[in-house]
């Protein structure tokens, strides 16, 4: 909760700061604090003791909504980082739109607000409040472009699709209180599934739909490929990496949590997790709009981390978790981070905008080599040990098919990755060079060096959790 | 001073070149290589006075993964084979100018290091991850430095990366299910496994795709000749000279110890298979008219000899397939410079448009003449010690295997100086060619001597090489007493 409390405050004073004509200082004031919350929650896990600062939260603080365990603050951790690149990089991005960027920044915090909630919940309310607050922020960021048509189409669509899931999630938590009688996360996984009556699991099915949802995994990822395409190119920067992570971790607590013993529930998380790889790595060979393939290989990434759900020692299991989507959401803001250098004032993002990237810029061009090939899972990028990971632990379950399946889809996945490099280093360039903006480059720097690293030591990140 | 100090060089060169500038770039890949291959001569000398030169440290905790760097007359004599071979593959490529001069440097040494470390590595994950990592450099020299149609080299290229890195991905897979049995990727642990028969066949298929997409082996060898093709000189010579036999050492490291009862169970599926490619190249080469394609294919052959050797599960087959690695690593990038030298002169890769190069240059003709001779085995070249070996081995196994794999030699005696003919031969040709500069004579010269002298006294390649083949033979033959 002091984590939350922290950005929210830091959210209003980006909208205070608006309107005491303090524009020029809110991106550095928002990008100094959330590291410096950043380094708070570090210290937290460093020191096993999130009462670090003295707050009073021993025991259950806050009547036990929030937990301070690893889990979450490893996560929100994730997120604010996330969140530090996506708003360095907003200045930039809404160059043409300045009186808004005091708004644009503290939705993007009180996005993270929402992720945070979403991971380190431990009553179902809270968790709803905090998918609500991201969902909508969501909303907002995908129609915030409000001459364009293709905008107004995502937020729309989001907005139709989001409430939907929203309200089956909803709908879910009260047949779960009313089989339980709580909403303690806590209280729920110490009942006897054996006396709880059917509706329990009737509950955590609407809930697992409705997470399935903002994740995108197949087959519900319909509405994903158009949003990522029609949203702002940041805006989609954000669903696809912290959005999509976010939902993704806290669909995995919830579920292992929940915990609820029915038959078949295990096969079909499975089964769509192969769909989700199969469908989403065949749809992204055939698209030349940048953002719609990185949508569907976002897609088939949410397939790669539902695999996580077959474990035999949850602690490895959430490490796993853990350092893939750390791993996929850092080669993500990378690859977002040279798109939007690209495509800045092209106004749209086919593959042709990257004919000759090689050529005019040698570096932007190896930043996003390095991302896909990370993403495609290729070593030394922490990709490859992301997969590598849950390969390992997939097959300690016995799950053998599982792990042939998911090879197979890396396979395919090297496709359009590479289409993408193809065009950058063997293509002709049409237009000349233009300036790369210092902060497209430094965060994409940053993001790439910070990928390799932990790809040179994933210790690093796998013991935050385990 | 162990071992990792030759990888450390090998990487600091590689930034270093980047860094130093695109008018530099050549003369500090040169300096690099060679002060690699100073460090390795060193290591060598260390190791044979009985000095450990092992590295050994943990990475990750868990999957537990060591940086575990091992000599051993195998492995050293493979990392011996690429420091070798990069300075003069480094040397050969003085005579052209390629754009972007810097990168393409940088990424000749990165490639050398990513071998070497493929050689060394002992952990299998550790190994997995040299192996993919040589295949980043090697995609982007043949894509962007390649020759010819840019539209067919981008299909050739991607093809070739698929192919290998969907092979490598099932020896992957393969590593993590040994982990599982074991929870260690070191190569002695995974050696000593017990694995029944069943999971023994999958593992060797595993590893066998990885590899024979690599070596190539037929039907996996489809990537190979438009590849071979395509890439420029460099690459070519990387690719045929030490990265087969990546995949060939690994036969010896990993496969067969690992799955010695699926080796033996079904030797000889995969001896007639690699057999077959040597038939098979064999008669391709015949009808080439390129003189790239031709090399590539005359290369099929014998490392499909090599591979043979190897399935062959004993120590005659295994020692000349390693005589045979060096030989045919020397030879083909001997080869494949020649097709270099007249290309820079002829600007062209067709052998019906050459010709006439004799009368012009008696010098090189001799080389190249050396070259063909050494490549078909002739006696008093290294090639034959290795070829020998192989085809005794084969012999052991089925005496018609031999002779079978024997029509190499001879299919190979008659399209090699088919060609030598065609090329150097014949009528004046209209085109000048130049005399070979100095430069280009150094290389043909290093790499002549070495050919001749080890053909002549092979013992200290032989005798620093069996002790460790000995040993992995043991591992292969621990069921079938």
Known sequence: MDILIAIAGLGIICLVAEIFNLRKAIVPVTVAGLLAVLFYVAAKIFSNNPNILGLGLDGAPYNSMIANDNYGLAFSALFILLTAFLVAMSPEFHKEHKAKLSDFVAVKLFLLTGAIAMVSFTNLSMFFLGIEILSISLYILAASSPKDLKSNEAGMKYFLMGAFASGIILFGIALVYGATGSFNMTAINEMNRLTLPAWFGIGTIMLTIGLMFKIAAVPFHFWAPDVYEGSPALTTATMSTLAKVAAMASFFKLATTLNPHLQGYLTTINVIAVLSMTVGNILALRQTNVKRMLGFSGISHAGYMLLAFQFQDLGTAQGNLYYYAFAYTLAGIAAFAVVLMVCGNKGNEEVYNFNGLGKTNPLMAAILTCALLSMAGIPIFSGFFGKLFLFNQVLDKGRMVLVIIAVINSIIGVGYYFRLIIAMFTKENTDERQPVPFVYSAVAVVAILLNIGIGLYPELILQLIR | ?481
Request: charged share 10%.
């Open chain 2, 1 to 481: 001073m162990d071992v990792s100090f030759i990888l450390i060089i090998l990487l600091f060169g590689a930034g270093a070149t980047y860094f130093v500038g695109d008018k530099w770039a050549s003369k500090a890949a040169l300096i690099f290589s060679a002060a690699a291959f100073a460090a390795t001569a060193y290591i060598i000398s260390l190791y044979n006075a009985g000095d450990n030169v092992s590295f050994m440290h943990l990475w990750i905790n868990n999957p537990r993964v060591l940086l575990a760097f091992q000599a051993d007359g195998l492995s050293l004599s493979m990392t011996m084979l690429t420091i070798a071979l990069t300075p003069i593959i480094v040397f050969t490529s003085f005579g052209n100018l390629f754009p972007k001069t810097r990168s393409f440097y940088a990424l000749i040494l990165f490639m050398a290091f990513a071998m070497v470390g493929t050689f060394l590595a002992v952990d299998g994950l550790l190994y997995y991850v040299f192996w993919e990592l040589s295949l980043i450099p090697i995609y982007f020299i043949a894509l962007i430095w390649g020759n010819g149609d840019a539209q067919e080299r981008k299909k050739a290229v991607i093809k070739f990366f698929i192919y290998t890195f969907a092979g490598s991905l099932f020896m992957l897979v393969a590593f993590v299910y040994l982990y599982q049995k074991t929870h260690s990727f070191l190569n002695i642990h995974l050696y000593s496994t017990f694995l029944s028969k069943k999971e023994q066949m999958w593992l060797f298929l595993a590893f066998f795709l990885a590899y024979a997409i690599k070596i190539p082996i037929i039907p996996f060898h489809t990537w190979q000749a438009n590849v071979y093709q395509k890439a420029p000189a460099v690459g070519t010579m990387l690719l045929s000279g030490i990265m087969l036999k990546m995949a060939l050492y690994s036969v010896i490291r990993w496969q067969l110890p690992i799955a010695p009862l699926a080796a033996a169970e079904y030797k000889y599926i995969f001896i007639g298979l690699c057999v077959a490619g040597v038939i098979y190249g064999s008669v391709l080469a015949l009808k080439q008219n390129n003189i790239k394609k031709l090399l590539a294919y005359s290369s099929l052959a014998h490392v499909g000899l090599i591979a043979a050797g190897t399935y062959t599960l004993t120590i005659d087959g295994l020692r000349g397939a390693v005589l045979q690695m060096i030989a045919h690593g020397f030879v083909v990038v001997g080869l494949f410079f020649a097709a270099e030298v007249i290309e820079r002169r002829f600007g062209t890769q067709e052998i019906s448009e050459m010709g006439g190069i004799r009368t012009q240059s008696p010098k090189f003709t001799s080389m190249f003449m050396i070259l063909v001779l050494a490549s078909v085995a002739l006696p008093g070249t290294f090639n034959f010690v290795g070829e020998f070996e192989l085809l005794y081995s084969l012999a052991q196994a089925n005496i018609w295997l031999a002779v079978i794999g024997g029509t190499t030699i001879i299919l190979g005696a008659f399209y090699m100086l088919r060609m030598f003919q065609y090329v150097m031969l014949g009528e004046t040709n209209t085109k000048v060619f130049a005399d070979v500069t100095f430069n280009e004579g150094l290389a043909f010269v290093i790499i002549l001597a070495v050919l001749l002298f080890l053909g002549i006294y092979p013992k200290p390649v032989v005798d620093f090489i069996t002790p460790e083949l000995e040993k992995t033979l043991v591992f292969i033959n621990r069921f079938n007493k």
